[in-house]
């Protein structure tokens, strides 16, 4: 056993990992959940469709070359668990985990084979330096790490915070979050394919705000990548 093992051997004993959807300790391998819980998680394969939920919810509003979710988000489930613990247990290596996860499936996938960045959607920073960490950015850096793809968390600024999701009209939050955003002028993505990241989707604003930016540069494609997808 390497030096790097033993010490992981110890940790590990002391501090066990746990199954992120459910907390027991029994998993070991790549993927950061229990047999039980693998076997329970709603993941979409959405992967290997090019028309899915993602582009159904988006389809008319940008235009996509392909779009992919890890898990459908449903309320009570262990999906939104895992969500919760992903942007609130102060710990960025759960998202990074789930980008490892994601990244294996985007790697055999031909609808994500051409990335030639990952760009997530950012935070507001004063919500970043109050959290210590993008979610969505510790996400795109796992899927970095498994695509070969650069993760460029600066290329997209927050420029003010929007409004609470969960009020007024669709139209008011659309025009909220469409101000908020701004392209890095020190980063050029023109002529790229760019991989948007995010945690989740529900109406897809956000992400619409974001891409609309990016597919503003000549000779850009844009896919989309998120942790979950809320269902209808
Ligand atoms: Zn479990």
Redesign the pocket.
């Known amino acids: 056993m390497k030096a790097g093992e033993l010490i992981e051997h110890v940790v590990n004993l002391f501090y066990p990992k746990l ?1 992120l ?2 907390e ?1 300790e ?2 070991s391998g790549t993927i950061p ?2 047999v ?2 693998l076997a329970e998680l709603p993941l979409t394969n959405m992967h290997n469709q090019q028309e899915n939920l993602i582009t159904e919810r988006l389809l008319g509003r940008i235009n996509l070359h392909s779009a992919a979710a890890l898990f459908y988000f449903t309320k009570k489930s262990k999906v939104q668990h895992l969500v919760h613990q992903v942007k609130y247990s102060g710990d960025p290596t759960i998202a990074n985990m789930l980008g490892h996860w994601m990244g294996r499936y985007l790697s055999k996938s031909d609808l994500f084979n051409q990335i030639d960045m990952i760009v997530p959607v950012p935070l507001h920073k004063d919500k970043l330096q109050k959290r210590g960490y993008n979610q969505s950015a510790e996400f795109g850096k796992g899927l970095a790490d498994i695509l070969g793809s650069p993760c460029l968390p600066d290329a997209l600024r927050r420029t003010k915070q929007s409004v609470s999701q969960t009020t007024g009209n669709r139209t008011a939050r659309l025009l909220n979050v469409h101000e908020s955003f701004s392209l890095n002028t020190g980063i050029d993505l023109s002529g790229k394919h760019i991989l948007l990241v995010d945690d989740v989707l529900t109406t897809g604003a956000t992400i619409e705000a974001c891409a609309t930016k990016i597919l503003a540069l000549p000779d850009t494609k844009i896919s989309i990548c998120v942790m979950a997808i809320v269902m209808d």
């Open positions: 199954c959807a459910c027991c029994n998993y959940v229990c039980s819980c």
